[in-house]
């Protein structure tokens, strides 16, 4: 009997199929450690606070940093998923010469409803091991932000943070890596009407 075996890819061969046009272009994928992984499809809660969210940090931070939309992030040679917000350092050509990698990253934002179990493990796994201090969940299912910082090394192949606070959707959140500015979250998390 032969055993079964997963072929793992590289971000250099996950690019070649992307260009050989090996996926349509309305598949909604991103390569997790080797895996292309299919992204779960978007609700309309999700939506909407994605594109709160993205105006809000807009007004706030426009001018000091680059705010990236369901943009690739290279984390390793394995991984380049596609957060739903990733907060990145200024760079004089905006990514153009490659997306942005764990040093150039200051804040990633997941906004989670289907996907919440997969963000709070296999993403905050991921995010930790490539040492991003900064990782937000803004969860749908029970409507307030998870905030994880200080990310560190549990046991062998276990990453995690150090620290996990939880803001209500009608709380302020101080936003890492800009002095004295914060984020009402009751202009982000999407108001349940009737």
Known sequence: MIAATRKKFTVEEYHRLVDVGFFTEN?????????????????????????????????????????????????????????????????????????????????????ADSSLQFDQETKLSLYAEAGINHYWICNLVDNNLE????????DTDNYNYRSKQIFLADETV???????????????????VG
């Open 27 to 111: 598949e909604r994928i991103e390569l997790i450690r080797g895996e292309i992984i299919e992204m779960s499809p978007k609700r309309t809660p999700h939506s909407v606070c994605n594109s709160c969210l993205w105006r809000e940090l807009y007004d706030l931070i426009s001018r000091q940093a680059i705010i990236r939309i369901k943009e690739p992030i290279i984390i390793s040679f394995t991984s380049e998923p596609e957060p739903d917000i990733v907060i990145a350092k200024k760079k004089d050509d905006d990514y153009l010469s490659s997306h942005p990698v764990p040093e150039d990253i200051i804040l990633i934002i997941e906004i």
């Open 147 to 154: 905030v994880y910082q200080n990310s560190f090394k549990r």
């Open 174 to 192: 101080s936003i890492p890596g800009f002095d004295n500015l914060s984020l009402d979250l009751s202009k982000v998390f999407p108001k349940i």
